[in-house]
C-alpha cells in the first residue's frame, strides 16, 4: 500500500521543526504517531490528537510514512540503524539539515537496508510550515517521494530536485549561503554606523532600502558568469578592489574591524596579481573551486 492510500504519518523529533510538522500534518486530516527523545514532548501532540510510540521501533511500525526531524546526521543515524529491519518497505524523508555527502551516506544505507529514502531541506521556520511561504525541498527515490507527495505538499511548496539525494541538502546549503553572507553583511554595516552612535534597527531598515533593488541585478551578475569570458565591460577586478579598499580603510578608521570584508578583497588581489585586473570581478567564482 502507498503512503499517501494510508495516509499514515510518523513523526521522529518534535522540537520547534517536528511539533509543527507535527501539527500541520494533523490539521490536515493525517493520522499520526510521534515520538521524541524527552517523552514529555509527546503530550500537547497526543492531547491534540496524536498517538505517542515509547520507541522509535513502535513509532516506524505505525506507517508507511515517516518524517525524521531529529537534530542532526548523527541523531539521524543513532535512532534509525538500530530499526532498518523495521524500516524496510516504508518510506523515509528525512528533513534533518545535513551536508549533501551525509544525504547521500544515508541514501546508500537505506538503498542496502530496502529502504524507500527521500532526502529533503526545509526552507522555511517552523511558524512557516503550512503557510504560503513555506518551501521544502526533495531529492533521491522519485518514486517514494510521489507516493508521499500529497502529504509533503501539505507542509509548503514541494520541489524534486533529483534522484541524486545530495541535491535538496547542497540547494539549502547553497541558498543558506546566501543568507549568511547577506546577513553577514547587514552586521558590518551596523558595527560602522555605531560608531557615530545610529542604532543598528535604523542601519537595518537602510541596509534593506538598499538591498532590495540590488537584489534584481542579480540574474544579470549570474548571466556574465555562465558566459564565461568575464570581458562584458562589467565592473572590472581593479575597480572592485579600489572599491573594496575603501570601504577596508572606512572599517578600520571607525575602530571595525575588515575581517569580514577581506576575504573579497584577498581574491580580487589574486586575479590582479595574475595579470586578470582587466576581467569582470566575477572571475572570482573561478577561484571558488578548489581541485579534489
Ligand atoms: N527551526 C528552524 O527554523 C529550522 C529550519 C529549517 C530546518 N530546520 C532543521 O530541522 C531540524 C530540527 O530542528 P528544530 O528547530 O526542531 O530543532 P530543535 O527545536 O532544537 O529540536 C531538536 C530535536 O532533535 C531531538 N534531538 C536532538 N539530539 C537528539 C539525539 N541525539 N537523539 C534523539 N533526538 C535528538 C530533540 O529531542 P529532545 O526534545 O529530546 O531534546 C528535538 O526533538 C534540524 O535539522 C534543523 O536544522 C530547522
Not at 63 to 88: C, G, Q, T
Amino acid at each position: 500500500m502507498s503512503a499517501n492510500a494510508k495516509s499514515t504519518v510518523t513523526v521522529l523529533g518534535l522540537g520547534a521543526m517536528g511539533s509543527a510538522i507535527a501539527e500541520r500534518l494533523r490539521r490536515t486530516g493525517h493520522t499520526t504517531t510521534v515520538w521524541n527523545r524527552t517523552a514529555a514532548k509527546t503530550r500537547p501532540h497526543v492531547e491534540a490528537g496524536s498517538a505517542a510510540a515509547p520507541t522509535v521501533a513502535d513509532a516506524v511500525r505505525a506507517s508507511d510514512l515517516v518524517l525524521v526531524v531529529l537534530l542532526d546526521h548523527a541523531s539521524v543515524r543513532e535512532h534509525l540503524d538500530p530499526v532498518a529491519a523495521e524500516l524496510r518497505g516504508r518510506t523515509v524523508v528525512n528533513l534533518v539539515t545535513t551536508t549533501p555527502n551525509q544525504a547521500r551516506e544515508t541514501a546508500a544505507w537505506a538503498a542496502e537496508e530496502g529502504i524507500a529514502y527521500v532526502d529533503g531541506a526545509i526552507m522555511a521556520t517552523p511558524d512557516m510550515i503550512g503557510g504560503p511561504g513555506s518551501r521544502l525541498l526533495y531529492s533521491g527515490d522519485e518514486a517514494a517521494y510521489t507516493s508521499a507527495r500529497s502529504a509533503l505538499e501539505t507542509l509548503g511548496t514541494a520541489d524534486f530536485e533529483g534522484a541524486d539525494a545530495g541535491l535538496a541538502s547542497l540547494k539549502d546549503m547553497a541558498l543558506l549561503s546566501a543568507l549568511d553572507l547577506m546577513f553577514s553583511g547587514y552586521v558590518q554595516a551596523i558595527a560602522m554606523m555605531r560608531t557615530v552612535g545610529v542604532p543598528a534597527v535604523e542601519t537595518a531598515r537602510e541596509v534593506q532600502a538598499w538591498l532590495e533593488p540590488m537584489l534584481s541585478y542579480g540574474p544579470g551578475l549570474a548571466a556574465i558568469i555562465d558566459g564565461g569570458t568575464y570581458d562584458t565591460g562589467g565592473q572590472s577586478v581593479d575597480f572592485s578592489r579600489a572599491g573594496q579598499a575603501s570601504l577596508i580603510t572606512a572599517s578600520r578608521e571607525q575602530g571595525i574591524s575588515a575581517a569580514l570584508l577581506e576575504p573579497h578583497k584577498k581574491l580580487l588581489d589574486e586575479l590582479a596579481a595574475t595579470g586578470r585586473g582587466d576581467s569582470d570581478w566575477l572571475r572570482i567564482v573561478d577561484l571558488l573551486t578548489i581541485s579534489k
